[in-house]
């Protein structure tokens, strides 16, 4: 029988969520929607040492705003819990107790400094087969023995017995067949006694079974760890409901970085986040910036990240999440890194903001404008909705909307000195103050209207259509580019145009 498909995102919570694992959330969310399936997002906080306060937060915010919605977690609750692996000990030890029962796991005593001398004495030496008789263990001590030591309190972990000399095949969806032989694994710590916690792969792999995962789906860092996770399923009884193995491509510095694993390093010299949302460093202070508050659209991110390491097969590179979650399959992942375009991030944002609905536009721009000193309900919705339909298309970012549009809130206070060279002739003044005229007398302001009679009087008059036009536009938006002149016109009205005309007027001087 087809198992239901249940996928999970299991980050440790130990700094912000790196734009990587989220990609990682991403395409697990993406192939649990396909299928119908169950996205869990597990919280993997073994590590008391890395644990850092609000990094739980951080991921549940982030992957929120992406829309990379979740059905069970620690918020979400569901059957599975807790989802926290730190509230599930008695799990873990019920576990490592059925593999030591079973004769497929040992305690071990050695303390670091044994481990050490051992290390100094033999090169190369790992925990194995050929080394574990040679230590402090349950294998190598009386029975009695080892259990006065545990009774007595000391200090144990326990590791897991590997059997030497065994081709150990993954199976990965976008790899193929991985085959490694076993004698290379050592015997792995499963569980320390010192914390009560198990490590990394004894956690990972009972939950992934108890929590019914059939396909982990991670980044490539963790395709090492996977012929240990396969040897575990076996060691358990669980081969025949082993999850299939999914290992995503590394995500590469961007060009002109050099090669190697994407960093937050390559971000901060470059000027590209790493991070999804702004990160406050809770010790130092530190502040790291994050895509949404660089004013990308969550759907413009969640799009270019899935085209990191994945494509469409028929080049279609702007896809919704509904298109995203039709499209999405292993075989269209490339088993190579993907190299980091931040550029093509931005481009993406401004195809997003194009196809954004202007009025949700002018409410993200309200914040913009005020921090330029404009009081957004002196203009009122529709106006501002109006002008950002007009300027979009010059931007990538909202912020970036002010730049180009900031004339419909204000009189420009300068005027552009290679416009006024090149536009602002002696006879222009008095050009000026006809045009004035040739306005007071339009009665309908409106764009196309005032621009037929605005070019009718130039070809009657014989004068230089771009001369006069670019010197109309110097005085009303303060340099020679912006929207339709008309468009902007009809927008700031009849009276501001010819205020601004007649500043323009007095202030503006030739250059010669
Ligand atoms: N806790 C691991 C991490 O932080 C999970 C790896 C996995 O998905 O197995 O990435």
């Known amino acids: 029988m087809e198992r239901r498909v249940r996928v999970r995102f299991a980050p440790s919570p130990t700094g912000p969520l790196h734009i990587g694992g989220v990609r990682t959330a991403l395409y697990n969310y993406l192939f649990a929607r396909q299928h119908g399936g169950d996205m869990i997002l597990r919280i993997e906080d073994t590590d008391s040492q890395r644990f850092v306060p609000g990094a739980e937060d951080y991921i549940n915010e982030a992957l929120a705003w992406l829309g990379i919605g979740i059905d069970e977690g620690v918020r979400e609750g569901g059957n599975y819990g807790p989802y926290k692996q730190s509230e599930r000990r008695d799990i873990y030890r019920e576990h490592v107790q059925m593999l030591l029962d079973a004769g497929k796991a040992y305690y071990a005593f050695d303390t670091p400094e ?32 080892v259990k006065a030591m545990i009774d007595r309190g000391e200090k144990y972990v326990v590791r897991f017995k590997i059997e030497p000399d065994r081709d150990v095949e993954v199976i990965d969806l976008i790899r193929g067949k991985v085959t490694i032989n076993s004698s290379i694994l050592d015997d792995k710590v499963l569980y320390k006694r010192a914390d009560d916690l198990p490590t990394y792969h004894l956690a990972n792999i009972v939950d992934d079974h108890l929590m019914e995962v059939t396909h982990v789906i991670r980044g490539e860092e963790w395709l090492p760890s996977a012929p240990l996770h396969v040897l575990l399923y076996e060691a358990f009884g669980w081969a025949d409901t082993m999850p299939q193995f999914v290992h995503l491509p590394l995500l590469l510095k961007p060009d002109g970085a050099g090669k190697g694993k994407l960093s937050k390093r390559d971000g901060d010299k470059l000027g590209f986040p790493v991070f999804p949302l702004e990160w406050h460093d809770p010790e130092t202070g530190a502040v790291s910036m994050g895509y949404r508050e660089r004013g990308y659209l969550p759907q413009a991110v969640v799009n270019f990240l899935a085209l990191l390491g994945w494509n469409s097969g028929d080049d279609q590179e702007i896809m919704t999440m509904d298109e995203l979650i039709a499209k999405f399959s292993f075989e269209h992942c490339s088993k190579s890194g993907a190299k980091f375009d931040y550029k093509k ?165 030739p250059i010669a």
């Open 114 to 145: 044994e481990l050490e001398a051992k290390r100094k004495e033999m090169a190369n030496f790992q925990y194995d087969a050929r080394t574990r008789l040679s230590m402090r263990n349950s294998l190598t001590l009386p029975a009695d023995e």
């Open 345 to 509: 991030g931005a481009w993406f944002n401004h195809e997003y903001l194009l196809r954004e609905d202007d009025a949700t536009l002018a409410q993200l721009f309200k914040p913009v404008l005020e921090a330029n000193g404009v009081k957004p309900e002196e203009f009122g919705d529709d106006f501002i909705t109006r002008t950002v339909a007009l300027v979009k298309g010059r931007v990538s970012f909202v912020s970036e909307l002010w730049d180009q549009g900031k004339f419909f809130y204000a009189a420009p206070t300068s005027y552009a000195e290679k416009d006024i060279k090149k536009r602002w002739s002696a006879e222009m003044p008095a050009i000026m103050e006809e045009l004035i005229g040739v306005l007071e007398g339009i009665a309908d302001f409106t764009s196309k209207p005032s621009e037929d009679i605005v070019l009718a009087w130039i070809a009657e008059k014989g004068y230089h259509l771009g001369n006069v036009m670019n010197a109309f536009r110097l005085t009303v938006v303060g340099e020679c580019k912006g929207p339709h002149m008309f468009d902007v016109t009809e927008l700031i009205g009849k009276e501001e145009t010819i205020a601004r005309i007649r500043r323009g007027i007095a202030e503006i001087k």
